[in-house]
């Protein structure tokens, strides 16, 4: 007791967060194993890999649930490793959900009260206090996590490890270090970006203390290594002795996409001041960096900004900049400069990067901003009672303060029952009395059938950040809740940073009838696969898989199939390639662009075409006497080994008055993958009335380079024979395409 005792309106602060929770949520309070906050993407995913892997899976590292055969590390599934194992060691596996709900809610409680902490720590009166940490644990940012990346919604990461960081720089006892360092790691098994953020708060407080303070460095570093290093240290050394997936992308997408700017912060994406943003036509950014101060932090800052241009012969630098709370603003502004991508954006600083290959491992910068949100908003505050204190006119500053906390909670209202909508409408897809009668009958089939695992159609696999196959949300849910419910794992696989090697192999499964399917090699002889097919329309490459199997069982919503690789994957289809190799002359109209420019990655041929991706480029435009038919094929090779190929292969037709999209295709989701190269492939008709075809590619505008070799146009009915070694590897060339020999 002696503890609510010490922090009686701290808990007064949490439980009217909590109560105002509780009237936004009561649905999700009332029941909370009856819903799962996301109703699919990633969110869905997530709960998804935290239930599997707490029931099926045996080890804390290995997640069986998804990329039969080869499984996946659960790091990279974003499920909770550290709750996801504690559920299932405990058995609570049946009431998982309920539990990682209410977890994500109570953290916005939680991050008030460590707030309510903070702003007494630094002599705030308990009023001010109380209101200040409601409305600023409302606020938090990460309430747009709640239905999307659920484990990084833990709002009171950064107040209590700020709280944890004060009593120590105030004690410098051993307790608060070990407190730090058990926090970190807490959340590097939480999710790896939160244990990162919460370092780099960590490691700027140290460069702002070992700068202002001459006093006891030494200690400082080597608290500063237990607190944060040795965390970050055990982390890596123990995800790389139990990863066993090999070719990771190393550089994720997005360091130079999604860092925040100052919009992230001053302009609303909810509430009355949102709407009025609306009507200004002001573009809040990418959400991904949303981090609004809130329209009171912002006025209470250029009130303080005026008193001290008012005041500023009066006021000492020295006092202000010498003060502890002045060094956690330093620190986390040091953060805001990294959540800017400041400088690193431009062009002269983008070496470093390159140089520091380890910065690029963090995908969103503007989440970094998480720190400074809570720091500023904090010591607005804080600041804002100092003046008040000094003023004649406190009843003023009273009024102001509750107005803007109380605005503060007006604003923040809309976004939370947006939340809320959305978190109580999708029921709990793992509780077997939620599944229609379809699901159920499919489950049961899956159960009965001794299968080992299931592949749905239509398919996803990603990602390895460079090539993938993108199905759709409704299939991705129901996989999810197949294969939750059958215990079997998925050959589907919704993940972060794969196995490239793994990743090609899966869409190579999906590649041309006449090329050998390495997929099949890993895939243990005796497994017995079931393939599932929704109501949705499939993508032309998986219907060739559908064609080769005998159905054995169908009902309203689903079709199933025993998967037979021999008939699928047999060398029927090359071996008449290989006659018709031997047997016809080489068909004479196509055209080929074999780029005799640059030499530094060629697929073949003595050139390729290298440029940067800052928008469209055309790689050749041909006229219509060059191909004599209108059903036509265009295809080019990429090279896989630089940066992503997160690009668009398109083809124009190119008349005198217009210009007229033939078709176009998603490079990274080729299905034809040789020697670090994909093939990209367009069908179009090139009526005779058209005079020009225009054959481009088009980027992100990143400014990394990328490297297209050997176009190839011809008519659909060509039979284009030739051969090739590359790397010491013969191909038989077929229409652009190359093929190795089929097995034996």
Avoid at 38 to 63: E, T, V
Avoid at 177 to 189: D, M, V
Avoid at 710 to 724: G, V
């Amino acid at each position: 007791m002696e503890i609510f005792k010490k922090n009686k309106f701290a808990f007064l602060a949490a439980g009217l967060t909590l109560a105002l929770m509780m009237i936004l949520y009561y649905p999700l309070f009332l029941s909370p194993n009856s819903y799962v906050f996301a109703p699919g993407g990633d969110g869905l995913r997530n709960y998804y890999a935290f239930i599997y892997h707490g029931k099926f899976d045996q080890g804390f590292w290995d997640f069986s649930g998804m990329n039969y055969p080869y499984g996946e590390n659960i790091v990279y599934t974003d499920a909770h490793p550290l709750l996801s194992y504690l559920v299932g060691l405990f058995g609570l596996t049946n009431y998982a959900v309920g539990i990682l709900n209410l977890t994500m809610l109570l953290s916005f409680p939680l991050c008030s009260y460590y707030i309510f902490k903070i702003l007494s720590h630094f002599k705030v009166e308990t009023k001010w206090a109380i209101a200040g940490a409601v409305a600023i644990g409302l606020l938090s940012p990460q309430v747009q996590r709640l239905t999307g990346h659920t484990s990084l919604s833990y709002a009171f990461a950064i107040p209590i490890l700020w709280w944890f960081m004060i009593q120590f720089r105030e004690t410098s006892k051993l307790k608060w270090s070990i407190y730090i360092f058990l926090l970190i790691t807490i959340f590097f098994y939480t999710h790896p970006y939160l244990g990162m953020i919460m370092i780099s708060f960590l490691t700027a407080s140290l460069l702002v203390h070992l700068l202002f303070e001459k006093k006891d460095r030494l200690k400082s570093i080597a608290h500063y290594l237990l607190q944060g290093i040795v965390p970050l240290v055990l982390f890596r050394v123990l995800l790389g002795l139990n990863d066993t997936h090999v070719n990771r992308m190393g550089e994720p997408a997005g360091f130079f996409n999604y860092y925040a700017t100052w919009k992230s912060f001053i302009y609303p994406y909810f509430g009355p001041i949102g709407k009025l943003r609306e009507m200004l036509g002001l573009n809040s950014g990418n959400w991904e960096s949303w981090n609004y101060l809130g329209f009171g932090t912002l006025i209470m800052f250029f009130i303080i900004l005026g008193y001290g241009i008012a005041k500023r012969k009066s006021i000492c630098l020295r006092a202000i900049f010498s003060s502890s709370l002045s060094k956690y603003i330093i620190a986390a502004s040091l953060i805001l400069m990294f959540a800017f991508c400041f400088p690193l954006k431009f062009d002269w600083s983008k070496w470093v990067t390159e140089y520091f290959g380890t910065l690029k491992q963090f995908r969103v910068l503007g989440r970094f901003g998480w720190v400074f949100f809570y720091v500023i908003t904090i010591s607005v505050i804080i600041v804002f009672y100092q003046i008040r204190l000094k003023s004649e006119k406190k009843i003023v500053f009273d009024s102001l303060f509750y107005v803007f906390m109380i605005f503060t909670i007006i604003e923040v209202y809309p976004v939370h029952k947006y939340i809320s909508d959305v978190a109580s409408t999708s029921p709990n897809y793992f509780k077997e009395e939620v599944l229609d009668e379809d699901m159920r009958e499919l489950v049961e089939f899956a159960q009965t059938g001794e299968y080992d695992a299931i592949i749905l159609l239509p398919f996803t696999h990603l990602s390895s950040e460079n090539v993938m196959l993108l199905g759709s949300e409704e299939a991705n849910k129901n996989s999810y809740i197949i294969s939750y419910h059958s215990g079997l794992p998925l050959l589907n696989s919704v993940s972060g940073r794969m196995s490239l090697d793994e990743a090609i192999k899966f869409n190579n499964f999906f590649g041309p009838e006449f090329i050998y399917k390495d997929l099949v090699n890993d895939i243990p002889a005796d497994s017995k696969i079931l393939l599932v097919k929704d109501t949705e329309k499939v993508h032309k490459r998986e219907q060739k898989l559908l064609w080769s199997q005998e159905k054995i069982f169908e009902n309203n919503s689903f079709r199933g199939f025993t998967l037979d690789l021999k008939t699928y994957n047999n060398p029927l289809y090359y071996n008449l390639l290989l006659s018709q190799s031997e047997n016809d002359s080489i068909q004479e109209d196509y055209y080929l662009n074999s780029f005799g420019g640059g030499e530094e990655f060629v697929f073949s041929g003595e050139g390729s075409y290298q440029a940067i991706k800052d928008g469209w480029h055309v790689l050749d435009t041909i006229t219509r006497n060059e191909i004599d038919a209108t059903k036509c094929i265009s295809s080019i090779w990429y090279y896989l080994g630089v940066n992503r190929p997160d690009m668009v292969f398109n083809c124009e037709l190119l008349y005198p008055d217009s210009t007229v999209t033939a078709g176009d295709f998603d490079i990274k989701q080729s299905t034809h993958i040789v020697e670090n190269w994909c093939l990209a492939e367009i069908e179009f008709e090139f009526p005779e009335d058209c005079p020009m075809a225009r054959f481009s590619i088009v980027g992100n505008g990143s400014g990394e380079p990328f490297y297209v070799d050997e176009l190839m146009i011809y008519p659909d009915t060509a039979k284009i024979f030739s051969s090739e070694s590359i790397n010491g590897t013969e191909y038989m060339l077929y229409n652009n395409y190359r093929v190795p020999d089929w097995p034996e």
